[in-house]
């Protein structure tokens, strides 16, 4: 399976080159009235394929699902993933077959890499967000990432509906000091054997540790904001990620020749006391797990002092998907203040909004403004710096040499 997902790129490319596809990055844009495509929508069933790997974000995506029947008389179905690669294989396969009508898939959470290979080899619908009503609420000013994926820009293909950064939670009870930057974070684990670990890449948050680690001991990091040429490059530019993991394996949990396979997980380790310092992508996820009992209160947060990675996640719609009209309806319904502010809630995700509050009405505003912190989360200013995500290309590389290096 890591080997798949690691020769999507390539597989995608080749189909494309049969088909005549090369260049181009969208089947035709949505242009109809907003209420023409509600009423289309009306009786739908649209099947989502998305990470089902959090109880917590499962129960808000069948909270979206009861809201958008409720409104919309669209019929939600989740289709739970461990990696966003099977719904593009799944995509890749049908056009293959000559399904370019009435496929398996209606919305895709997506980003980075799975987005580039869709959007390079014509398997997204629109662009349509232009068509949303809500798409004009998203902060694009402040939180450019909402326009671009992973350097890849979205070009209305895909619809913003949650922030990311990574940070990093620990058990206050256990630690005095953190560690403020990734050579200390080494440090530390050599101090404290057994205390550390991180998920199986591809798991999205393994993987961003990674482009963590690498972003922060590259030597010119905006080298990676560029396509890769050639593997040569990933050697190179690499090498001090590999020299890095090499002397902290040996001090990670279970002596690193074992991963937990999920972020969830991971949060179970520390929730467990099998270590005390876990990774998380959303800067609310700490507050949100004692709340729903899933970590003790003596869990904070803390981020490195040059910053930690961010970026943007997104829903897009297949192609050939059989209800667009109604995955536009929860695309909408997703970046709308009382979803967004629902997401937000510690209590229910954490997961920050991609809106502008200077765009809301007074009403939608006290939603965000009426939310509890949450007593581990970080100011917004004690965040850092969020930096940029590399270039798809290289991820795909470093994921597959993990795996060549690591897994067991």
């Known amino acids: 399976m890591r080997r798949r997902i690691a020769l999507l790129p390539l597989l995608a490319a080749a189909l494309a080159t049969a088909l005549g596809l090369a260049g181009k990055t969208a089947i035709a844009a949505e242009e109809r009235p907003w209420e ?12 989502w394929n998305a990470w089902g790997g959090d109880e917590r974000i499962n129960a808000y995506i069948a909270w979206v699902g009861e809201r ?48 580039a290979t869709m959007k390079d080899n014509t398997l997204l619908y629109g662009p349509f967000t232009e068509a949303l009503p809500n798409f004009q609420l998203v902060d694009f000013e402040e939180k450019p990432s909402t326009l671009v994926d992973f350097t890849v820009p979205t070009e209305g293909l895909e619809a913003p509906w949650g922030m990311a950064k990574l940070n990093f939670i620990y058990d206050s009870a256990r630690v005095a000091e953190t560690p403020g930057s990734i050579p200390a974070l080494l440090d ?17 948050l393994g993987s961003t540790f990674l482009k963590q680690v690498l972003i922060e001991l590259a030597p010119d990091p905006a080298f990676l904001q560029q396509a890769v040429v050639d593997d040569s490059q990933v050697e190179q530019v690499a090498q001090p990620l590999w020299e890095f993991l090499d002397a902290l394996h040996p001090h990670l949990w279970r002596g690193g020749q074992t991963f937990p396979a999920s972020g969830p997980a991971q949060r179970q380790l520390l929730d467990d006391g099998e270590v005390d310092i876990t990774l998380s992508f959303y ?69 920050d909004t991609v809106l502008a509050m200077a765009k809301l009405e007074p009403a939608e505003r006290r ?3 009426e939310l509890p912190a949450g007593v581990a989360t970080l100011a917004p200013e004690a965040l850092g710096p969020t930096l940029l995500e590399p270039h798809p290309s290289w991820m795909v590389r470093i994921e597959a040499e993990w795996q060549r290096r690591y897994a067991r």
Do not use: C
């Not at 023409?36 to 099947?47: K, P, S």
């Open 367 to 369: 939603r965000f403004e």
């Open 36 to 47: 023409e495509i509600v009423d289309a929508a009306n009786g739908q069933t649209v099947y």
């Open 188 to 204: 530390w684990a050599r101090a404290n054997p057994g205390r550390f670990t991180y998920p199986t890449p591809p798991d999205f």
């Open 68 to 115: 958008v029947w409720d409104d919309y008389g669209v019929m939600l179905r989740h289709v739970k993933l461990a990696d966003t690669a099977d719904a593009v294989s799944r995509v890749l396969a049908e056009r293959a077959a000559g399904k370019t009508e009435d496929g398996s898939i209606d919305l895709i959470w997506i980003n980075g890499e799975n987005f």
């Open 283 to 351: 800067p609310s996820e700490a507050s949100s797990a004692i709340a729903n009992g899933l970590l003790p209160e003596t869990a904070r947060t803390f981020v490195l002092d040059r910053g930690t990675i961010g970026n943007t996640h997104f829903v897009a719609i297949p192609f050939n998907a059989s209800a667009a009209e109604g995955a536009m309806v929860v695309a909408n319904f997703l970046m709308g203040a009382e979803a967004q502010a629902e997401k937000q809630n510690p209590e229910v995700w954490g997961d």
